[in-house]
């Protein structure tokens, strides 16, 4: 195994440049917002009406640290019938606030100092800060916009030390859009038994895919359960950003560590949220193929006029992002999202919030209704007239 490795420079910079932006587009009253990843559309009735009943019943008393018997062992079922990743549901799984918070905790359970992790770069970039809270060194692997940011397998077996602990997978991913193909994750799994690695896998937007796109859980496969703690939440799939649950869910030893430190840091994830949660996954489903069906039709018409004005993306084949290369412009991602904030009064973030060296980047949101999103677009056309060569004629590049 090499024993060199390039670790980016662990920076909240990004995040500086996020909030510093949110918080000028407060200042600007018909400002549209197409920077954060909360979903804008409704919990489903039935999630609500659940919380409600749960409040009723009364539900004073915290849970396990691990979460509701009942929600652990329904995620279990989950994983299992829709993903094929055997988890035991009673000591597997740990409910977490939020996915962020499983995050956190993982990297702590999962991490000692000096340990390294392979992360896919561009990244969400709260994994550098949980990677560096807990000692670890992040180790970037290379993506390109011209295959959608895919992760091949020799990428990532070149850049194994034997410092390296972990990969982490991200699929669909944040900020890209992009998706492994299941080819990739199998190669990856090989890789990873090899070495003698264990895998996360954040799955947090696996029901939000397009133009074919398949999702296959690493954790499915032929000896990698054991290796494989598999992320996910509600924030996304039903809209539940606030409500404030995730999971993790792995290998019984890990997650006994986990919860023991879930313990620490919040006691328990809210008791409403969980019931919330539970009947999110026991009742009916209807509302996220409604969903994927309206984050279908904005990603066409963001694309539609993304077209128009030259752009180029890697292909979004999942989630609500758009990664847009704005090299053409000739300005680099931050003054590109002040001018357009400023001028435009739209709202997208840097590619520089995912990783320093994405400086022609931004990424684009999708989370505005379909009337909103085409002012947007209207309002960044007319900002960079004079910026951009248009294509009238053949409507794209």
């Known amino acids: 195994m090499s024993e060199t490795s390039t670790a980016p420079r662990v920076s909240d910079e990004g995040t500086r440049q996020r909030y510093s932006l949110m918080e000028l587009a407060r200042r600007i009253p018909n400002a549209i917002e197409l920077g954060r990843g909360d979903p804008d559309l409704a919990t489903p009735a039935h999630i609500v009406e659940a919380a409600k009943a749960a409040i009723d019943r009364g539900v004073e008393e915290i849970s396990d640290p691990a979460g509701l018997p009942a929600l652990r062992l329904a995620i279990a079922e989950k994983l299992r019938h829709e993903n094929g990743v055997p988890v035991d549901g009673a000591a597997g799984v740990v409910v977490t606030t939020g996915g962020q918070e499983a995050l956190f905790l993982l990297m702590q359970t999962v991490l000692r100092p000096g340990d390294e992790i392979l992360v896919p ?13 807990a000692g670890g060194v992040l180790v970037t692997v290379p993506t390109q916009e011209y295959d959608g940011f895919d992760v091949h397998a020799e990428e990532v077996a070149c850049r194994i030390t034997s410092r390296t602990r ?18 990739n994750i199998r190669a990856i799994a090989t ?10 896998s954040d799955e947090i937007y696996e029901k939000f895919l397009y133009d074919g796109a398949e999702h ?3 954790g499915s496969l032929p000896e990698m359960a054991g290796r494989t703690i598999t992320l996910n939440g509600f924030s996304k799939t039903y809209a539940m950003t606030g409500w404030r649950v995730g999971y993790a869910a792995g290998p019984r030893r890990l997650m006994s560590a986990l919860r023991r430190r879930k313990a620490l840091c919040s006691i328990c994830a809210p008791v409403v949220s969980q019931w919330a949660a539970l009947a999110a996954l026991q009742g009916p489903q209807d509302a996220v193929a409604e969903f994927h069906r309206i984050y279908a039709r904005r990603r066409a018409l963001v694309l539609e006029r993304l077209d128009r004005m ?17 090299s053409s412009t000739g300005m680099n991602s931050i003054d590109l999202s002040l001018k357009l904030l400023e001028e435009a009064h739209v709202l997208i973030f840097p590619g520089t919030g995912f990783g320093e060296q994405w400086v022609d980047y931004v990424r684009i949101t999708l989370l505005q209704p379909d009337q909103v999103l085409a002012e947007a677009m209207t309002r960044i056309e007319q900002c960079l007239q004079g910026t951009l060569q248009f294509d009238q004629a053949e409507g794209g590049r």
């Open 166 to 183: 972990a990969i982490l997978l991200v699929t669909p991913g944040n900020p890209t859009a992009g998706t492994i193909s299941p080819d």
């Open 191 to 200: 890789v990873a038994r090899q070495h003698d690695l264990l895998v996360i």
């Open 216 to 218: 296959l859980s690493i």
């Open 310 to 326: 030259g752009f180029s993306y890697g292909a979004p084949r999942g989630a609500f992002y758009i990664f847009t290369n704005t």
């Open 121 to 133: 770069d561009p990244r969400y970039t709260s994994y550098d800060v949980a990677i560096k809270m």
